[in-house]
Each structure stands twice: as structure tokens, then as C-alpha cells.
């Protein structure tokens, strides 16, 4: 069994009329070691899972980002934010974070799985097969003829 960080932490929502807290669910497993995934929920209890490459937030935490996910960051006085930007076929999602919480979430995925050691975590052999055995192996439904 590979290792698993999670973390949890608050993001604001701040594409609605009223900023609101999001609570973030955040999982990265050295078993998939090229995605992460976050759970994103409101107070009511709705929201969304997103699972993106991990690169895309390291890196944009660091410098911006485009495509259907942008982060970058931003100065406020004082702090310093992160802001994701999640775009869909159903509506844009702009949320932000404390630069420290998204800051120490990377440097736990990349203490678990340091950048560019990936390929030793995943076994691309073992996924191209099962990939292929699900493409050439599909379901047989039993039919009984009557």
C-alpha cells in the first residue's frame, strides 16, 4: 500500500455576490503519484470534488497558470493569497486561500513524492496493461435464448 496525505483547510468563495468559506478536502497518494484531488464544500453541504494534476497547483502557486484550472498568486497588505480559478463546461469557480495553508499542502506532496521522482511511484507497465485488458476484455452480458 502507497502512502496518502490529506489535509483539510478553508477557501473563500469569491466568484458569488457575498464571499463565502469553503472547507477543502485535500488527498494525494504516492499510488497516483502525478494527481491530487480536492474536495470542495459548502456550509449547506454542496460542492464538488475536483482531481487535477499536481504540478498545476506547485507550480502555479508559484507562477500563473491558464486552462481549466489557473492559480496564481496575489498580495493583500499583509498576506498573501492563492487564487484557484476552476472552469467548467456548467460555470467558473473563483476561490481563494492563505498562500501558508496552500505553501505547507505542497511541501506535503512533494515531501511524500519529491518533484521528478514520480515515475518511481507509478508503474506504467501495470497501468497500460490493465488499460489495455479493460479495452480488449469488455463485459460479456449472458444472454439465454428462449
Known amino acids: ?8 483547510f478553508f477557501m473563500q468563495l469569491e466568484s458569488g455576490i457575498e464571499s463565502e468559506p469553503v472547507l477543502v ?8 503519484p502525478f494527481e491530487m484531488s480536492m474536495d470542495f464544500r459548502l456550509i449547506d453541504g454542496s460542492g464538488a470534488t475536483w482531481t487535477f494534476a499536481r504540478d498545476l497547483l506547485v507550480n502555479g502557486a508559484a507562477c500563473p497558470g491558464e486552462g481549466d484550472l ?3 498568486r496575489q498580495q493583500f497588505g499583509p498576506d498573501q493569497r492563492v487564487f484557484i480559478n476552476l472552469s467548467s463546461p456548467g460555470g ?8 501558508v495553508d496552500i505553501d505547507k499542502w505542497c511541501h506535503e506532496m ?5 518533484i521528478g521522482s514520480e515515475h518511481e511511484f507509478f508503474d506504467i507497465d ?5 488499460l ?13 435464448s428462449g
Open 25 to 32: 478536502r485535500a488527498r494525494y497518494s504516492a499510488e497516483r
Open 110 to 114: 512533494t515531501e511524500l513524492v519529491p
Open 132 to 144: 489495455l485488458r479493460r479495452a480488449w476484455n469488455p463485459r460479456r452480458t449472458n444472454r439465454r
Open 1 to 8: 500500500m502507497n502512502p496518502t496525505v490529506t489535509s483539510q
Open 92 to 99: 467558473d469557480c473563483l476561490l481563494s486561500a492563505r498562500a
Open 126 to 130: 501495470r497501468e497500460l496493461k490493465a
Open 70 to 72: 489557473e492559480v496564481w
